[in-house]
């Protein structure tokens, strides 16, 4: 069964550093999502890719993130300068796109945990 | 986004049916009601999803009331592979993002 995947599982930062999370999709997905878990607390919606733009972000996706698909297959979380708040756990999901968004469910892939110290 | 209310947690014996209530008293005409599940250190994981009718699938269930203000997801025969928090999300149309509340907490016993 096709399956979401993620690297790394788990990466440790400093403070300020820039880090990029890294998804493969599932192969024929056209819509892709980045979530976050802080520890003990909701999943939390941070943006919505389509078409190569950006097509839904939550207010906590800022100016420090940004999302990029560089080649077919991988879609990338970058965070510029992480902040301690930053520490959580990101799960990347894809969903088909031959429906209404509101009907398509979402793949969610392991994710990754990362820790800013 | 119109909101959800689930109990913080259910038990259930292993092999018995569990019936997941949400209360969705704002819901619009075009929400779809979403159940997802999160299994212990893993990432969400999709299990039906409806807009009016009464919905199966392999995993579960899905109960609408006729007034849309309620669902109930149902597990048949719960197992201990079943123990997870279980989140009822509603997805406006026209929107990719999930608002995940806090869900609830099935514990299955042996």
């Known amino acids: 069964e096709p399956e979401v995947t993620q690297t790394p599982s788990h990466q440790v930062t400093q403070m300020g550093q820039e880090v990029i999370l890294r998804c493969v999709p599932i192969s024929n997905h056209l819509y892709f999502y980045w979530y976050r878990q802080i520890l003990g607390q909701k999943v939390e919606f941070l943006v919505s890719?389509?078409?190569?733009?950006?097509?839904?972000k939550s207010e906590i996706f800022d100016d420090q993130f940004s999302v990029e698909r560089p080649d077919g297959s991988n879609f990338t979380l970058k965070i510029r300068s992480t902040k301690l708040e930053d520490s959580a756990m990101y799960f990347c999901a894809s969903s088909e796109g031959n429906l209404a968004p509101s009907y398509n469910e979402q793949f969610f892939g392991p994710g990754t945990r990362l820790t800013v110290l | 986004d119109a909101k959800t209310t689930q109990p913080n947690s259910m038990e259930s014996n292993e092999e018995e049916p569990v019936h997941l209530p949400c209360n969705h008293s704002t819901i619009s005409g075009t929400d779809y009601i979403h159940w997802y599940r999160q299994l212990p250190s893993q990432g969400p994981e999709y299990v039906i999803h409806?807009?009016?009718s009464n919905v199966n699938n392999r995993m579960a269930s899905l109960a609408i009331a006729e007034d849309r203000k309620s669902s109930t997801l149902i597990l048949h025969r719960a197992t201990l592979r079943d123990a997870a928090v279980y989140y009822c999300?509603?997805?406006?149309?026209?929107?990719?993002?999930?608002?995940f509340g806090t869900g609830t907490r099935l514990k299955v016993l042996a």
């Open positions: 999300i509603l997805r406006a149309s026209g929107t990719y993002k999930y608002i």
């Open positions: 890719f389509y078409n190569n733009e950006i097509s839904e």
């Open positions: 409806g807009l009016t």
